[in-house]
């Protein structure tokens, strides 16, 4: 009864400015979604906008908007953002001319668009029901209902408060910050009986609280899968960044029973990322949240089951199956296994920064600390292209950011593009051959010494921010004595493993390894942890699918 009375509610919107054609779109709704859902269509972007409003007051839900591109005063694009403020897990979809191809491209950038139709759309039963009922599955599948955030109560230069908010955060899990010496969040450790000492303290919706919860912990308790549902799989995917999500939408697309393993949150450097401007297809750019999220849905669409807060310690062969064993001691076992782990930001060796980590010096971007920086100096420490995108996110409100680099020049290391970019920003300085040789502070980051790299001249620097982005460090320790590995820890695969032209030690297979494929038959590697790869999002994707195609070829000979 109560999914019945929630369909019912639940509304379909369409939006066009021509009676004739707003008319057609609510006939072709009805016809095959009129039992279950509501179709309201209205004739201009700010009618539209107050009909969004009222349902939102009355609190029923809307499942898909479509808009007309072409609308006078306000156009689709422009109604679809507005509407997004109000209903921002609908699925929109622009109805647009041939002509307006373009625009509506633009559209997946700026609105974040789902689908784009063009007119005409006859027949609806080939070209607008398939589109609605996928869009449809995925919302129902989705957060879309109204839900209490989690709650975080913590101290702004906390270490681990800091770890649990970018932990939530990366993790799409909505929550609210209350600082422990504010009123709100006094009284939410008062009603949790806590007394502050240790912090953070988190409250669930359903009002478990959490003290300094590990992570594991805090994914169970937030409704993170973090259990297996089988004990064995046709494939493994250890490390959810994008090499590791592109090979669990292939593998679960193409038919594999596959689980997909990641230690923290998915998105890997890249979903840390403020700001991706050269991957194919998003002219405009898209953050690594928006592009993690994306993929992830993609995955669970397939079939594909995603484990988060799950650390690996080993891979063990038994036979014909591939073992992968967790920190807590429990296993599950697959036919084949791909090592998708990527790289970690090297640690700054100067004196002061490890007891100031996560109270004022961050590796990454750490993107929930972005707000706090607003009227400060920020320093940044690397040249490639993460600190280059940091550095212009990060600019937007910062008083000042200063990027340093240890190399001669920005070139070396960044996208052409991104330097020009950095140039233009008035508030960003690039200061080449500098290190940082230290920092000080008691509770939190308060100066920097900063060293010149070829006079050895040192400068004291009143800072509160350090983001550090250096260097790429595998994340393959656990490996050791298993897969062969390169001098620096990276994954040799393929040709790499054989450089004379003989198979490496133990193989027995007629064949040498494929492409993509370590010494252990079966056991695949794509993206940064792999000896040479591009270190780029786009090649780690393609070699996410490239290895599934692999895993295929090995399981039709095995």
Same mark, same amino acid.
């Given at each position: ?18 009676p004739g054609v707003s008319r057609a ?358 040249? @490639?292209? %993460? +600190?280059?995108?940091? /550095?212009?996110?990060?600019?937007? #409100? &910062?008083?000042? !950011?200063? =990027?340093?680099? $240890?190399g001669q020049e920005l070139s070396a ?117 792999? @000896?040479? %790869? +591009?270190?780029?999002? /786009?090649?780690?994707?393609?070699? #996410? &699918?490239?290895? !599934?195609? =692999?895993?295929? $070829? ?5």
């Amino acid at each position: 009864m109560a999914q019945a009375a929630e369909a019912a509610r639940t509304v379909i919107m369409t939006v066009d400015d021509d009676p004739g054609v707003s008319r057609a779109v609510a006939r072709d709704l009805r016809r095959r979604y009129g039992e279950s859902y509501r179709i309201v269509r209205a004739e201009s972007g700010e009618s539209a906008l107050g009909a969004l409003r009222e349902l939102k007051l009355r609190g029923d839900l809307v499942a898909v908007i479509l808009a007309d591109y072409r609308m006078p005063q306000m156009n689709g694009i422009e109604f679809l953002e507005q509407a997004l403020d109000v209903y921002p897990g609908a699925r929109r979809v622009l109805l647009t001319a041939y002509a307006d191809t373009n625009a509506a491209i633009d559209a997946i950038n700026v609105v974040d668009l789902d689908h784009y139709l063009l007119k005409p759309w006859d027949p609806p039963e080939e070209k607008l029901y398939p589109v609605l009922d996928d869009l449809l599955t995925a919302w129902r599948s989705s957060d879309y209902r109204p839900v209490a955030s989690t709650k975080v109560v913590g101290h702004r230069f906390s270490a681990r408060s800091s770890d649990v908010r970018e932990f939530l955060a990366r993790n799409q899990v909505p929550y609210r910050w209350y600082s422990a010496d504010e009123p709100e969040g006094e009284r939410l450790l008062a009603a949790a009986g806590a007394d502050g000492r240790r912090l953070p303290l988190v409250v669930t919706p359903d009002g478990t609280t959490l003290v300094e919860p590990e992570t594991s912990e805090l994914a169970a308790q937030v409704g993170l899968a973090t259990t297996p549902a089988s004990d064995f799989y046709d494939l493994v995917v250890i490390g959810g960044g994008p090499a590791g999500l592109g090979a669990a939408v292939y593998g679960a697309s193409e038919g594999l029973r596959t689980v997909l393993v990641e230690r923290s949150a998915t998105g890997g450097q890249a979903g840390q990322s403020s700001r991706i401007e050269n991957y194919l297809g998003f002219p405009d750019g898209v953050s690594g949240a928006q592009l993690t999220d994306r993929a992830r849905r993609q995955a669970a669409k397939f079939g594909a089951e995603i484990l988060t807060a799950r650390e690996v310690t080993a891979l063990e062969v038994n036979g014909a199956s591939r073992t992968v064993r967790f920190d807590d001691g429990s296993t599950i076992a697959a036919h084949s296994v791909i090592l998708a782990t990527g790289v970690s930001y090297r640690q700054l060796n100067a004196p002061g920064l490890p007891d100031l980590t996560g109270c004022g010096v961050f590796y990454g971007s750490a993107l929930t600390e972005a707000a706090s920086c607003q009227g400060h100096d920020v320093y940044i420490v690397g040249g @490639a292209n %993460s +600190a280059g995108q940091a /550095a212009m996110y990060l600019a937007r #409100g &910062a008083k000042s !950011v200063t =990027l340093l680099v $240890r190399g001669q020049e920005l070139s070396a290391s960044m996208s052409h593009y991104l330097i020009q970019q950095i140039n233009e920003v008035p508030n960003i300085t690039v200061r080449c051959g500098t290190e940082v040789e230290s920092a000080h502070g008691d509770d939190q980051l308060e100066q920097l010494t900063l060293r010149d790299v070829d006079s050895g001249h040192t400068e004291l620097v009143d800072a509160q921010w350090l983001f550090v982005f250096i260097g790429a460090a595998p994340l393959t320790d656990w490996l050791d004595g298993a897969v062969l590995r390169d001098e620096r820890g990276f994954i040799l695969a393929g040709p790499d493993l054989s450089p004379d032209g003989r198979r490496p030690d133990g193989w027995e297979l007629d064949r040498p390894p494929y492409h993509l494929e370590t010494n252990i038959p079966g056991v695949f590697v794509a993206g940064d942890a792999r @000896a040479q %790869s +591009a270190k780029r999002v /786009a090649s780690a994707v393609g070699e #996410g &699918a490239m290895a !599934v195609m =692999l895993v295929h $070829r090995y399981l039709e000979q095995s």
